[in-house]
């Protein structure tokens, strides 16, 4: 076992830190649910790679392996795009991998998807709680691409819908200098009104823009 509660108020994880239920992250107006967010082990980050090398079909990276990287397409001349997909999704939704073709027609890029359905595919309460996984392990993977490549997190792009948009800003306020995060349709419940150290912000990165596509509420939107 990799973690240990701490009096039910934090969980601490060997690789990725510890994470509290302390505001701002619950009992706040506007996101009053609880709990911690699931191991890493649950969440089950993956890093899925496509270049124009392998426009179809993806290698799997991780940073707990680095030899994956080595023997992969990644290659540091290249500026990289994560997709960071949302709730109840998963990284092999047709339309996911079609962004990274999308891009090679235009740009020589390592396109990046995330998968994290581990921790998405629950309650959604849940699955709020899970986006800080999903930003460390993102960070843990910049973090060793600039150790152990020399690679800027300038030439870092996040790409995050719903959930993922908010994935994107917690892996950009962990780590400063990231280039660019892109928000598509960033969830709101749950983050509507927070602090921004909870969700999405202009102060995650080096350049931050939202698109929204889709203007309808939720039952449950704030």
């Not at 290249?78 to 090679?104: E, N, Y």
């Not at 973090?143 to 020399?150: A, Q, S, T, V």
Request: charged share 20%; proline share 6%.
């Amino acid at each position: 076992m990799n973690f240990s509660p701490i009096r039910g108020r934090q969980v601490c994880y060997r690789r990725l830190g510890c994470f509290t239920d302390k505001p701002p992250w619950s009992g706040i107006p506007g996101r009053e649910l609880a709990g911690l967010p699931s191991s890493p082990e649950y969440v089950n980050t993956n890093f899925l790679l496509y270049t124009r090398d392998n426009t179809m079909k993806y290698q799997k990276i991780s940073a707990t392996s680095p030899s994956t990287i080595k023997a992969s397409n990644f290659r540091t001349h290249r500026k990289t795009r994560f997709l960071i997909h949302g709730h109840l999704a998963g990284a092999d939704l047709p339309w996911i991998s079609k962004m990274c073709r999308f891009m090679f027609h235009t740009e020589d890029v390592n396109c990046i998807l995330t998968d994290w359905r581990g921790g998405s595919n629950g309650l959604y309460t849940e699955a709020v709680n899970n986006v800080r996984i999903v930003g460390a392990e993102l960070v843990y993977l910049v973090n060793l691409l600039e150790k152990d490549y020399g690679y800027s997190p300038d030439n870092i792009h996040f790409i995050g819908h719903s959930l993922g948009a908010h994935a994107a800003g917690e892996a950009g306020r962990r780590k400063p200098g990231i280039g660019r995060i892109t928000g598509l349709d960033p969830a709101g419940p749950l983050f509507q009104y927070t602090p921004t150290t909870v969700r999405l912000d202009p102060s995650d990165a080096k350049f931050v823009d939202i698109i929204h596509t889709h203007a309808g509420h939720l039952f449950f939107d704030f």
